[in-house]
T-cell receptor
Framework: DTGVSQDPRHKITKRGQNVTFRCDPI?????LYWYRQTLGQGPEFLTY????????KSRLLSDRFSAERPKGSFSTLEIQRTEQGDSAMYLC???????????FGPGTRLLVL | AQSVTQLGSHVSVSEGALVLLRCNYS??????LFWYVQYPNQGLQLLLK??????LVKGINGFEAEFKKSETSFHLTKPSAHMSDAAEYFC?????????????FGSGTRLLVRP
């Protein structure tokens, strides 16, 4: 079984540009989570999906952020009009329904100049 | 609300010495508890978890942790540090009463292993 994959691994962008990240969960994992990790801190929950339904969004997820999981498989996280404060590692995790253990991908490191 | 406190942002040990990384949690109900390890520029790897079974939990790479309800602690230990253990370690909590199972993380402890 392959693990959670994320693409790209690194992204450098200029302030004001839009960026999109992709996460492919472990096959048949119903739940998919997004977290953000800033330098020197632990990851913080952003949002999660159960199949294609987005069930919860953190207050950290401003209007410039949108996440989708259209077919219940891969997910995308888009940030519009990026700001320097968006610079962080964006982590994706997945898990089967009803299981408390999350399996993380390698992350996408975003740098906004 | 749940929270996690990791005492010591940096811990330095000699190779072969005992590793002790501290984690205290705050929760109104017995939580699920996890330790993850993160190597530079990588994602998180699960070391071990507590989900209301045995209070002494053994994980990968020789690590173990003990759930102590009276102390609201879940400290991570390893009898003998190896150079390859140098990494960032995160303690996390989730609530069995929250169907999302979202994780609340501590701020992490960087383990340095001296030769």
């Amino acid at each position: 079984d392959t693990g959670v994959s994320q693409d790209p691994r690194h992204k450098i962008t200029k302030r004001g540009q839009n960026v999109t990240f992709r996460c492919d969960p472990i096959s048949e994992h119903n739940r998919l989570y997004w977290y953000r990790q800033t330098l020197g801190q632990g990851p913080e929950f952003l949002t999660y999906f159960q199949n294609e339904a987005q069930l919860e969004k953190s207050r950290l997820l401003s209007d410039r952020f949108s996440a989708e999981r259209p077919k219940g498989s891969f997910s995308t996280l888009e940030i519009q009009r990026t700001e320097q404060g968006d610079s962080a590692m964006y982590l994706c995790a997945s898990t089967p329904l009803g299981v408390e253990t999350q399996y993380f991908g390698p992350g996408t490191r975003l740098l906004v100049l | 609300a749940q929270s996690v406190t990791q005492l010591g942002s940096h811990v330095s040990v000699s190779e072969g010495a005992l590793v002790l990384l501290r984690c205290n949690y705050s929760s109104s109900v017995p939580p699920y508890l996890f330790w993850y390890v993160q190597y530079p520029n990588q994602g998180l790897q699960l070391l071990l978890k507590y989900t209301s079974a045995a209070t002494l939990v053994k994980g990968i790479n020789g690590f173990e942790a003990e759930f102590k309800k009276s102390e609201t602690s879940f400290h991570l230990t390893k009898p003998s540090a190896h150079m390859s253990d140098a990494a960032e370690y995160f303690c996390a909590v989730s609530s069995p009463q929250d169907s999302s199972y979202k994780l609340i993380f501590g701020s992490g402890t960087r383990l340095l292993v001296r030769p």
